[in-house]
């Protein structure tokens, strides 16, 4: 694979209002109904932003959220617009935009996440080794780690965190109270329907959807759409099903290699971390795009 020459770590434009720089995303106004989102190529692990950008990662991004949004669009409407992001900026800034963005509705986001697990896997792994369930779903007994959930996947909303802190899992009942108890049913109903036609479609090309976060938002009429990015690398777990094997927790196309990294550095991961070598820029680079490559050949 050749890896893009330039990297993108921060957006900087400047015939646009900046409004906030996530973890990933950078945000401008485009006016009072439109924003400008561009996938950068940070990185983050252990909720701590790196300094090293991934070669290709926001392309990577914003091709298979496309991907998808076009996908599952029958099953919700999500936010993006017929504007063209390259129309907003400068012929300077061009780069900036380019294949890594999206023009947005403006929507209010709904204040939880929308997790949906198939499989027990990451922190729904503990949660079931300690007390037998997930986020307060009762599993039955003798899953292993991998398992697929034998009765489906389940929906196990959280908090959204500030960047650099965790963002927490909290029962249906509270998502509930802090959203209602109609807009959590329809937010389960839409987040497990989406989580399972694109489990049904990966599995088709070779790749295991363990888990996915989605993020939804209203329209001051109070419809529901499906916002930010959907079902990448970032945002899910995803295995290659050819090595796939319970009881273990499989690879991942994911920040797998940085993380593994990191652990054997002296970094109490707290900012700054360490800069990331070449060969696990190179490699994460390399899955991003696989992933990529196998879900929309």
């Given amino acids: 694979m050749t890896l893009p020459e330039k990297t993108l770590?921060?957006?900087?434009?400047t015939n646009l209002k900046f409004l906030h720089r996530g973890k990933v995303r950078d945000i401008y106004a485009v006016n009072e109904n439109r924003l400008l989102i561009i996938q950068t190529d940070r990185i983050s692990a252990f909720d701590v932003i790196l300094q090293s950008p991934i070669p290709g990662k926001g392309r990577v991004l914003t091709a298979l959220s496309n991907f998808w949004f076009s996908k599952l669009g029958h099953i919700i409407p999500n936010h993006l617009t017929e504007i063209l992001p390259e129309s907003l900026v400068s012929t300077g800034e061009l780069e900036q935009v380019l294949n890594r963005s999206f023009v947005v509705k403006r929507l209010k986001p709904l204040p939880i996440e929308a997790i949906v697990r198939g499989?027990?896997?990451?922190?729904?792994?503990k949660d079931y080794q300690k007390t037998g369930e997930i986020c307060g779903i009762k599993l039955p007994s003798g899953l292993q780690e991998a398992s697929k959930l034998p009765?489906?996947?389940i929906f196990t909303p959280s908090t959204k965190a500030d960047i650099g802190a965790h963002d927490k899992n909290i029962p249906f009942a509270e998502a509930e109270k802090i959203i209602?108890?109609?807009?959590?049913?329809?937010v389960q109903d839409k987040a497990i329907a989406l989580y399972t036609e694109a489990a049904d479609y990966a599995a088709n090309k070779g790749i295991i959807i363990a888990d996915t976060k989605f993020e939804f938002g209203q329209d001051d009429n109070g419809k529901l759409y499906?916002?930010?990015?959907?079902?990448?690398?970032?945002?899910?777990?995803?295995?290659?099903?050819?090595q796939y094997k319970i009881g273990i927790s499989p690879p991942s196309y994911d920040k797998q290699f940085v993380r593994d990294w990191l652990e054997t550095q002296?970094?109490?991961?707290?900012?700054?971390?360490?800069?990331?070598?070449?060969?696990?820029?190179?490699k994460t680079s390399e899955k991003y795009q696989e992933a990529l490559t196998l879900l929309t050949k």
Avoid: C, H, M
């Fill in 266 to 282: 002296n970094w109490n991961k707290k900012p700054p971390a360490p800069a990331l070598p070449e060969d696990i820029l190179s």
């Fill in 180 to 186: 209602g108890k109609e807009l959590t049913a329809q």
């Fill in 226 to 242: 499906l916002i930010d990015e959907a079902l990448t690398p970032d945002s899910s777990r995803f295995w290659p099903a050819d």
């Fill in 9 to 13: 770590l921060e957006s900087n434009l």
């Fill in 119 to 125: 499989y027990v896997a990451g922190s729904g792994w």
């Fill in 151 to 153: 009765n489906g996947a």
